[in-house]
T-cell receptor, first 116, second 109 residues
Framework: GAVVSQHPSRVICKSGTSVKIECRSL??????MFWYRQFPKQSLMLMAT?????????EQGVEKDKFLINHASLTLSTLTVTSAHPEDSSFYIC????????????FGPGTRLTVL | EDKVVQSPLSLVVHEGDTVTLNCSYE??????LLWYKQEKKAPTFLFML????IEKKSGRLSSILDKKELFSILNITATQTGDSAVYLC?????????FGAGTILRVKS
């Protein structure tokens, strides 16, 4: 199957700093990438849908000014958590989709963010 | 609001047991239902179900969908310790993937 990478895999930062997470499709071009957040013992919650070359579509309740998404190319999307606070500590997972069919959606390994 | 509910929330069994995980859903624009296995990192795809009554099998795992009752089950036979994981059910509603909270399965040796 296709490979999606995320970097960094783990980050610890101080409150108030901004953190950038990269999501790359390594061997295919992803027209759409998704960003999810998962709190401990909870399910994945879709944060936003990112299409290459256009603005991301955010889910209700997700602050677009706090979670900046850039999908600059068909292989790279970035999520920047601005002015991070401890409540932003979570597991962030991206996925990439090649075609409309969802079994073509491939998940990255996730990024564990801890804000002190 | 689209909703996916999984039960039980957690389950502890012994190796060799058979388990059945449940997933019910209420969504506005059903397209497909998917099962994933998550072990510490990102989910790995297991099955995608679109039609009612057609069982999908992969080794000891099988799954079936009932679109009338808005329900799916995931069966694991002859469980092994390596089956210990969180099993996630997700439904494609329109253009979105809506996840359930997951079932935590622990298989004891």
């Amino acid at each position: 199957g296709a490979v999606v990478s995320q970097h960094p895999s783990r980050v610890i930062c101080k409150s108030g700093t901004s953190v950038k997470i990269e999501c790359r499709s390594l061997d295919f071009q992803a027209t759409t990438m998704f960003w999810y957040r998962q709190f401990p013992k909870q399910s994945l919650m879709l944060m936003a849908t990112s299409n290459e070359g256009s603005k991301a579509t955010y889910e209700q309740g997700v602050e677009k000014d706090k979670f900046l998404i850039n999908h600059a190319s068909l292989t790279l999307s970035t999520l920047t958590v601005t002015s991070a606070h401890p409540e932003d500590s979570s597991f962030y997972i991206c996925s990439a989709r090649v075609r409309v069919s969802y079994n073509e959606q491939f998940f990255g390994p996730g990024t564990r963010l801890t804000v002190l | 609001e689209d909703k996916v509910v999984q039960s039980p929330l957690s389950l502890v069994v012994h190796e060799g047991d058979t388990v059945t995980l449940n997933c019910s859903y209420e969504v506005t624009n059903f397209r497909s239902l998917l099962w994933y296995k998550q072990e510490k990192k990102a989910p790995t795809f297991l099955f995608m179900l679109t039609s009612s009554g057609i069982e999908k099998k992969s080794g000891r795992l099988s799954s079936i969908l009932d679109k009338k009752e808005l329900f799916s089950i995931l069966n694991i036979t002859a469980t092994q310790t390596g089956d210990s994981a969180v099993y996630l059910c997700a439904v494609i509603s329109g253009n979105k993937l809506v996840f359930g909270a997951g079932t935590i399965l622990r298989v004891k040796s």
